[in-house]
């Protein structure tokens, strides 16, 4: 099912940044119950990263209109919401385009999703490194061509999910998730100063580690640390959590963290 601009169609003009570009930012959300999970925390992500890319979209009542709209059609799914600068411009010029594009979709939820949390995952080394660029870090942006390029790699592999390094070799993100590892009551997860995505979940769980026992890091590190961790868990906006059991030779069985952190992150429906 897609929205584009209030309107039910999959029309989009040949002309629109987004395709032309990859000029825009999205999100994408749980749904369950019919009901969109954080979704103040995906509106505000999308204000946020609009901003930065100095997009001018105003109707913000309406895109959380719309997507409370969408999600009744659905008990548990996926939505993934698009703000693109729109149609217009010449060339790389943005001049003259000021009717941002908004999309909205949904999709079925994944069903590993369930599996990967009973049973963990397996992650591989993803030999696609992220670029190094501060304007760009944290953001959701519409340019996923290194995403599309990691994932070309995992899917002739048997692991589940990648490690991904940046362009300096330090441990960043997975594919499609954050990462975090706990080393006793110390709980690391990679800086994404120059690279990376800040995730809904990755948020949401820093400030829940906040208040709690552990003790959270935001740290730069070479991969190789994994190895000396008690446990490793990845995170996103769907799942919310998964154990990782392995990564190469280095296996896990230990989830005091996962236990700990998965009642505080599922279902979420509020913000």
């Known amino acids: 099912m897609y929205l584009v601009n209030g309107l039910r ?4 003009p040949v002309n629109d940044r987004g395709t032309q570009f990859g000029d825009g930012c999205f999100t994408t959300a749980r749904i369950f119950a019919g009901r969109v999970v954080l979704a103040e925390r995906h509106v505000h992500r999308l204000q946020n990263e609009s901003q930065r890319l100095l997009i001018p979209f105003e109707p913000w009542p309406q895109l959380t209109s719309e997507m409370n709209s969408l999600a009744l059609e659905q008990q548990q799914g996926v939505m993934k919401i698009i703000i ?11 001049q003259g385009c000021q009717a941002p594009t908004r999309i909205l979709s949904t999709s079925p939820y994944p069903d590993h999703y369930s599996r990967w949390r009973e049973e963990g995952i397996t992650l591989t080394l993803s030999p696609v490194p992220l670029g190094r660029n501060p304007y760009l870090a944290g ?42 590892w706990r080393k006793g009551r110390d709980v690391f997860t990679p800086r994404l100063d120059y690279a990376g995505v800040n995730g809904i979940m990755r948020q949401h769980c820093i400030a829940q580690l906040a208040q709690s026992p552990f003790r ?8 190789d640390v994994l190895r000396d961790a008690d446990e490793v868990l990845i995170c996103n906006a769907l799942l919310p959590l998964a154990p990782v ?16 952190l998965a009642p505080l992150c599922e279902p979420l429906i509020t913000s």
């Open 9 to 12: 169609t999959e029309m989009l």
């Open 84 to 94: 693109s600068r729109g149609a217009g411009g010449r060339g790389y010029s943005a």
């Open 139 to 180: 953001m959701k942006h519409l340019n996923r061509l290194e995403q599309i390029f990691i994932r070309s790699h995992l899917e002739q592999t048997d692991a589940d999910e990648s490690l991904v390094l940046d362009s300096d070799g330090w441990l960043t993100e997975c594919c499609a998730a954050n990462l975090f």
């Open 216 to 223: 959270v890091v935001e740290t730069a590190v070479r991969p």
């Open 245 to 260: 059991r392995r990564w190469e030779d280095n296996e896990w069985s230990s989830r005091e963290l996962y236990h700990f």
